[in-house]
């Protein structure tokens, strides 16, 4: 199994420790790799980590990466997008200070999404989310200029809700979290991902 993180921005190093750990935890082998270029595209899912959406989108736009990564994902890939990377999954996507911008975005998850929806005063909180859909149970999680998941619709089904906002959606191959899973004690984010890599 071939797992990519791209690697523009924001915590490789964290995820790949994680995704390592779920692995192990799961007792298989796999090979992690940073994803730049459409070249580094043949992985067998994909996660796109937090960050700042706005460049992780244009960047991505420039290498030529996100229309064929978009291709790739409507065609089964599966990608874990967290944070940032949950943003670049929606398919409306609005600013809780500006409102809707455009930004280059993947667009293919049927969630909501508003970005820096905690605003200046919590910027950044930790807080315990129910992980039961997981097998994790309660657990300490972070967030990070973190936006929310306002609505679900089509085939995205909700993982877990925290304060009135979704923050783990599921759409078939694709899964969106609005915290940092890599930032957590628990591999159960990972593990749980890797499981829909396997499938
Ligand atoms: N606030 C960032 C954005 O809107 C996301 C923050 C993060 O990924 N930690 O893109």
Redesign the pocket.
Known sequence: MKIGILAYQ?SFEEHALQTRRALDVMGLDGEIVPVKQKKDLDVDGIIIP?????TIGIVASKMGLLDELKAKANEGLPVLGT???A?MLGKEVS?AKVGKKSQPLLGIMDISVM??YYGRQRESFEANVDLSELDGGMQRVVF????AILKVWGNAQSLSKFQGTYVIVKEGSLLATTF?PELSSTTKVHEYFISMVRK
């Open positions: 924001g937090g960050g700042e959406s706005t944070c940032a990377g943003i600013d970005r820096n990070i200029r973190a936006p940092h």
